[in-house]
C-alpha cells in the first residue's frame, strides 16, 4: 500500500478565452456607440479666415439669399425649383470639361439649410463634382 501524499495539481485559470469575449464587446461597443451632438449652441456661420481667391475661368458661382432665393453668377433666377437651377448651372459651366469646373456656393448666414442642400443636388445633377463654400474674414465679419 502507498501512503505517501498525493500531488495535488492546482486548479489553472486560462485567461485566454476571457480576454476574447472581451475585445470582442469592446469592438461591438465601439462600433454600434453614436455620438450625440447638442444643438443649443448659438453658432454663427460661415467665417474663415483664409486668403482670398483670383477669380478664375472655370468656375460656377451661386448665390443663396437669405430668404432662399438664387443667382447663378449674375443672373437671378426667378423660382426656386431644382430643375431651373440645374439648367442654370448647366448653362453657366464652362463648356468642354465640365466636370472639372468648381461651384462656389455662396450663401448667406441665414439661408435655410435645404437651399443649400438644393445647390449641391443641382450641381450634382448638372454633373459638376467639385463643390466648395464661399465664406468672409472674421475681420469682414466684425464690421
Aim: negative net charge; glycine residues 4%; without cysteine.
Amino acid at each position: 500500500m502507498d501512503f505517501r501524499p498525493r500531488q495535488k495539481d492546482e486548479p489553472e485559470i486560462n485567461l485566454i478565452p476571457f480576454i476574447d469575449v472581451l475585445m470582442v464587446i469592446l469592438i461591438f461597443l465601439m462600433l454600434t456607440t453614436t455620438y450625440s451632438k447638442f444643438t443649443e449652441l448659438q453658432l454663427t456661420l460661415p467665417v474663415a479666415d483664409t486668403e482670398q481667391l483670383q477669380d478664375r475661368p472655370r468656375e460656377v458661382i451661386v448665390s443663396v439669399a437669405a430668404d432662399g432665393r438664387y443667382a447663378v453668377g449674375k443672373q437671378t433666377l426667378s423660382g426656386r425649383s431644382a430643375d431651373e437651377l440645374v439648367q442654370a448651372m448647366a448653362a453657366a459651366a464652362p463648356t468642354g470639361d465640365a466636370g472639372s469646373a468648381m461651384v462656389i456656393i455662396s450663401a448667406d448666414a441665414l439661408a435655410p439649410h435645404q437651399a443649400v442642400i438644393t445647390v449641391m443636388e443641382a450641381a450634382r445633377r448638372a454633373g459638376l463634382s467639385h463643390i466648395t463654400f464661399a465664406t468672409q474674414t472674421s475681420q469682414a465679419a466684425g464690421q
